[in-house]
């Protein structure tokens, strides 16, 4: 028996949310006494695999081939299953990213399983095996028992932290069998944004709404969140109105994210907004309105004209980045 | 083409969430129920790709208070609708039934909302196509239809990509794959009198269970800061919440 952890790589490398998972994974391996087992698709090179040993992995599980160079969910749900099945593993667990939660549950439905998607902490398992996860848009939390001999959980990006254990991992290729069945779906085309963080994983958001008055004026937005390290977010109107693309609208219709610090520039703070961004560990908003609802849901508060406030910030976060570098 | 569009029955996205003393299930009084978001969006997409001819027909799992909200899907351009009379349990029992239903009801295409906003759930299209065993593509921003192959736009770690498919398929409908569509007169007079087929839930094993209900703790309360001193916030972050 075994925990079977899926670790997604992007372009051959492994994200920070990677080792959360795998983190997350060896504490359940750890208090249910049962080795953590690693699974890779696609091309990834012996030493970043390696890294998989430093956060508690004793074996990677490493699955090439042509149909697996791009990410596609029905060949990448198949292999999981084979391995998980290879592997006898009780607890299958996989990242709730964009291609995790298209995964988890076909691999669910191949193990007979039962699956909670979505968790945000370790899961409970004196006893029953509960894990907790958002429920009602952020609103709120659902404590959700598994009874389910097999069980696949994805876990939500930053709801836990990478934790290194002494180890290392031996790396062994896993056969596979793909049928042409799984691989009707074909990847045309896919354009990565680079330079940019992306906004499911960040650590640190920096998001604006209305109260920037135009796209024009999203030059100090991005200069604020470069100068941080920032991923760039806005508010539901913002995309509506096609300033900025819906990919950045984060709130109950949008993304849903949890950052260790969100700054809301000119957000006045809906419930649908907060539905989104409530489980951000430190909100910070600057709004003109004092009055503004945003304020009563967040940890710090500017009262001021964004024009005028969000260059002193970036002034600020340029002398604070310079002083932690120097 | 012939269209099936999975509904759910949500609160409204203004409602205030409460729950039992014990926590255990949640307070639906005094709560307004609606179309869940996204699902809005992949009915619009489905009445917009039949309108040179075919049927979109809207399928939800739900006791009866789901219908006013069935009736506001064939309202906005729905040509019939299913209720499959059992409350929703879980994304495995949703899935079960709706394709238990298409087994002997086939589609060309199956549209949903990418995610329910009331679990919070995304398991339901990806869950359902693999018991169909066709494709799902879970965060669809575009869609076209060209004979029997859909060309999809998707959302991907850090980007998108653009997938093509062969049909039928599973397409989880997000933001941008449609405008949404606001009922007119002639579509509210006419909702009332299209067809409704109440069908019973088959049996499903139950994997999972809501045990209990939680609420986010409220924050302490607001530290302002003076405009004159915003710059003085990272060095606040770094010593009080160790956060940069």
Redesign the interface.
Known sequence: MSVLVYIEN?QGKF?KSTFEVISFAAAIAQKQNLPLVALSIGDVSDEELGKAGKYGVTKVLKAVGDSLKE?N??PY?SVIAQAAKAENAKVIVLSA???G??????V???LD??????VIDLPVMDG?F?VK????????????????DVKVISMIPNSYKVVESPGSAAITIFETQIEA?DL???????????D?V?L??AE?VVSAGRGMKGPENWGMIEELANT?GAATACSKPV?DAGWRP??E?VG???I?ISP??YIAIGISGA??HL?GV??S??????NKDPEAPF??????????DAF??VP??V???K??KSSQNG | MKILVCIANV?D??AK?N?TPDNKE?VSTGVTFILN??DEIALSKAVDLTTGGGTVTVINIGDASTEPTIRKALAIGATDAVRVNSKPRD??FV?RQIAEYVKTNPFDLILCGRES???????????L???L?I?????A?RLTIEGTTA?LE?????????????LPLVAGA???MAEWKIPNMRGIMSARTKPLVVIEPIEVP???????????IP??S??????ED?????????DE?K??
């Open positions: 992007v994200k990410m969910v029905q749900a990213s964009f291609s939660k298209g995964i988890a549950p076909r669910a439905i191949k399983a039962g699956l909670a998607d979505n029953p509960i996860k958002g429920a009602f848009s952020g609103k709120a939390f659902a404590f959700v028992e598994i009874s389910s069945k009707t779906v074909t990847v045309k085309e896919t354009k990565r944004s680079t940019k992306s499911p994983d640190l941080l995309s819906h990919s609208h109950q219709t949008g849903a260790n610090l419930i649908q539905a409530s489980s560990k430190v909100i910070v908003v600057v304020f009563k849901a967040a940890d710090y508060g500017i009262v001021g005028e406030i002193r910030l002034e600020a976060a002398a604070f | 609160p996205t203004t969430i729950f949640f978001p996204y994304g495995y899935a906003s009331d679990s919070n759930g995304s398991s339901v299209p990806a869950m196509a693999e018991l065993g494709p799902c593509v879970l965060f921003k060309t998707q959302e991907i770690e850090g980007g998108k990509e653009i997938l093509s498919s062969p997000s933001e941008g139950q994997h999972t269970t809501v045990k209990s209900y939680d609420k986010p924050r302490s607001v530290k302002l800061i003076a405009a915003a710059g003085k916030l990272f060095d606040m972050l770094r919440k956060v940069i």
